[in-house]
């Protein structure tokens, strides 16, 4: 059995909103449905990676609040091992998601809660069980510092380091630096190059400009045209997305990636073989609704990978 990935990350709970369409400021619409769930980028990989058949322990916090219940039940059921995570007296965060049902589209507010309590000091506490994993998946709904010394802590113990920097905000080189794998969407290659990314082409050319800014290898994902791999010097590869069926939701797709991917590459996949069993991931969580219940069990990620009926 693999050695655990560790999650570094965030926990709020999905407060969603479908409608058929988006509200204008100072707009109100009235809904077709509402729903509440498990949610947070952090959570959400790890029980994507969990699903997909990894062994995942969670570092994060939460409050003593139902919120922060459900955090615990959900990671239960995944098979997440929550022993890392930690109760603050701050209340649990949520998540606003708006979703325009006609195109499946979704915009978002988070506000972190009792995770983005986590610090520096808190991480170096957890740091045998870093230095011990297979590797640290690490995003951007916890302080900087947090995140920073979590990628140090790895690096220090050679372990590999994933980070997805979502939601997007300028890092220094210094964090670049610490991110053996780099996994931006197309809005998050472009606000932290400033440069357009709207076509392979120059989803390549930012993935170059982080690679020489110290990222070692940079996997643009792009939606329904799959992922872009940029690993060292090697000529960049496009693996393409699958089709699992009609998209219902795309708001917890990036998680199923880099869960998915996290979870093929702790099994000692290559890069490009775990880009794929991402690309697989994403494309199943998307004919779902929500994030944290929309990830694929392996079997069904095993089958769309092979190609067998139904999937």
Known sequence: MAKKIVVLGSYVADVAFRASRLPAWGETLLGSGFALGPGGKGSN????????????????????????????????????????????????GAAA?????????NAIIVVPG????????DVE????????????????????????????????????????PAPAQPLSDAVLELADLLIPNESEAALLTGL???????????????????????????????????D???????????????????????DAFCGGFAAALSEGASVLEATRFGCATAAISV??????????ARAEIDALLAGLPGR
């Open 45 to 92: 990989q790890a029980v994507a990676a969990a699903r997909a058949g990894a062994a995942v322990q969670m570092l994060s916090r939460l409050g003593d609040d139902p919120f922060g219940h459900l955090a615990r039940q959900t990671w239960a059921s995944a098979g997440v091992d929550a022993s890392l995570v930690s109760t603050a007296s701050a209340p649990t």
């Open 97 to 105: 998601i708006l979703i325009d049902e006609a195109r499946g589209e």
């Open 114 to 121: 009792a995770c983005f309590t986590l610090s520096p000091q």
């Open 125 to 164: 506490a957890a740091g045998a069980a870093i230095r011990s994993a297979s590797l640290l998946l690490t995003q951007l709904e916890l302080p900087l510092p947090t995140v920073e010394r979590g990628l140090r802590l790895a690096r220090e113990a050679g372990v590999p380091t994933i980070l997805n």
């Open 196 to 230: 357009p990314v709207e076509d392979r082409e120059q989803a390549e050319a930012a993935a170059r400009a982080l690679q020489r800014r110290g990222a070692r290898c940079v996997i643009v994902t792009l939606g329904a045209q799959g992922a872009l791999v940029c």
């Open 232 to 254: 060292g010097s090697a000529a960049a590869v496009l693996v393409d997305a699958f089709h699992a069926g009609a998209v219902v939701e795309t708001t917890g797709a990036g």
């Open 287 to 296: 004919t779902r609704a929500g994030t944290a219940p929309s990830m694929p």
